[in-house]
């Protein structure tokens, strides 16, 4: 049986294949994203993976309903595997914003599913580090989650030299938009206009464009002019107090795809532009309400940052560490008349905190020990007779050096 076009197997190292996915690898990459999390204060949540399909159509824009992975359940109800947190994430702080002092700093990190064509770098589920800041509108709070997200990338070995945020914001794009006398109403039809700008063919960019009363040469323009708003400017202030300046540039030709965006947005690439976004996010002060009914009124900003185009960054810098595997101990069993008193010592040692294996049916004795080495265990230990009765004989396989224990002193004597 195939798996699916477009999901993964994770396996663990050393890995069957190449082009196999690493377990070790995604549990390095969480590991780190976790650790920078707390460093800003930020607290994790989860919520469950599949939703109300109600919950997307109207907030998300069109591409990502174009992706779902819905269906009716037994119930009858319409559902759907979740594409992007954002939604489920607004409607958790909307329920429970009381409970918590502002600003709310929550990350999470969710296996999300889109039903889109395969190709590098976009697969039909990934993992996305979410981060997002609720009740605080002062730009200080959009630099905060900058901060975050060049960190949540500097901590797996990425510098200034690998990647670039490509600030941009909305409101400057709408007054763009306005002061031209575009229709407000047909604001977001503009916005996925510009979200195209770089995959598209000029002319093609030029007619759509023209549709909605704008000419490509006033657009372009504007993106070469990038000239910062007063809240983009107050953010490259912050972040350069930070000594983060390098890591952010005003960039228009950014807007983002997703509809619900009121303010600052921006997205993460690798500096070579050799692939897709690594990162992406923004603020958006109007779904908490949409999502509680009107009831619950709440500024938010984060952003999401995928798995796949980050192990391919990693993998492409030489960044991926190289993991040993996790097995402290073997206890060798040579003699099968001291099996039982050999699984008695590997339970103790486990019992105290150490990865042990051994043989569980007879093998002959140089296997068990070539199995030590491959490992990459630090000891093994082999119980054997000798005049005063059962001993321990420890070796460390670094030096290969070999002392004899008491059967009580094994496990003091294994301890790092
Ligand atoms: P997004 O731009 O759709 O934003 O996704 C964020 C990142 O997730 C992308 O930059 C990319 O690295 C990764 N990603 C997205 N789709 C796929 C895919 N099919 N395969 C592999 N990786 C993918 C959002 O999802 C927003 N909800 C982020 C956000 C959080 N905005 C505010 N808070």
Known sequence: MERLPGFRDFYPEPLPANEAWSCDLRQHIFARWRETARRYGFREYDGPPLEPLELYTNKSGAEIVSQLFNFQDKGGREVSLRPEMTPTVARMVATAERAYKKPVRWFSIPQLYRYEKQQKGR?????????????????????????LLVDSLRCLGLTAEDFVIRLSSRQAWQRFFEARGGDPARA?????????????????????????????????????????TPELAAVLANLAARGLRDFARVDYGVIRGLAYYTGIVFEAFDRKGEFRAIAGGGRYDNLVKLVSGGKVDLSALGFGMGDVVLAELLKARGLVPSFSGTVEI????????LRD????????????????????????????????????????VRLQQSPAGVVAAIKSLADRSQREVALGDVVAACRP
């Open 123 to 147: 697969l039909r589920e990934h993992f996305q580090l979410n981060c997002d800041l609720f009740g605080e509108t002062d730009p200080a709070a959009d630099a905060e989650v900058l901060a």
């Open 188 to 228: 977001y039809e503009f916005y996925q206009i510009i979200d195209k700008i770089e995959r598209e063919r000029d002319e093609v960019t030029a007619e759509k464009l023209r549709a909605v009363g704008i000419e490509l040469a006033d657009v372009q323009a504007f993106i070469a002019a990038g000239e910062p």
């Open 330 to 337: 073997v206890v060798l069993v040579e003699e099968e008349s």
């Open 341 to 380: 008193e050999s699984i008695g010592i590997v339970q103790r040692l486990r019992e105290d905190g150490r990865a042990v294996e051994f043989a569980l049916v007879p093998t002959k004795g140089d296997k068990q020990f070539r199995r030590a080495l491959e490992l990459g265990a630090r000891l093994t």
